[in-house]
């Protein structure tokens, strides 16, 4: 088992930045292939980023290419979103996630992961 903790979320002005963690607990992080999703008020929760084991290859949602970048600190068992430029169409609950099974499901789909972190608000507003 795993425990993840996401932090960093908070309110920022529309082109802003932020970064956010997922701090892991239980297991290493590097030995699997980890995702950012999102969730806004009343929408379904949706594919934000997501980063392989081992290579380290990167994935991204249309939406955040170009502007998002995931990334993984194995010395820190940990695994990054750095936002940038952000929209207020960004604004949501983010979560961490992790899959420990090795599934060979998309990393897009929520369905690959079946650890999840609590969540953190990220809220884009002038």
């Known amino acids: 088992q795993v425990q993840l903790v996401e932090s960093g979320g908070g309110l920022v002005q529309p082109g802003g930045s932020l970064r956010l963690s997922c701090a892991a607990s239980?297991?290493?992080?590097?030995?699997?292939?980890m995702g950012w999703f999102r969730q806004a008020p009343g929408k379904e929760r949706e594919f934000v980023a997501a980063?392989?084991?081992?290579?380290?290859?990167?994935y991204y949602a249309d939406s955040v290419k170009g502007r998002f970048t995931i990334s993984r600190d194995n010395a820190k068992n940990s695994v990054y979103l750095q936002m940038n430029s952000l929209k207020p169409e960004d604004t949501a609950v983010y979560y961490c996630?992790?899959?420990?099974?090795?599934?060979?499901?998309?990393?897009?789909?929520?369905?690959?992961?079946?650890?999840w972190g609590q969540g953190t608000q990220v809220t884009v507003s002038s």
């Open positions: 239980g297991r290493t992080l590097s030995s699997y292939d």
């Open positions: 980063i392989s084991r081992g290579y380290g290859s990167t």
């Open positions: 996630a992790a899959d420990l099974r090795w599934t060979i499901l998309s990393p897009t789909r929520a369905p690959k992961y079946d650890y």
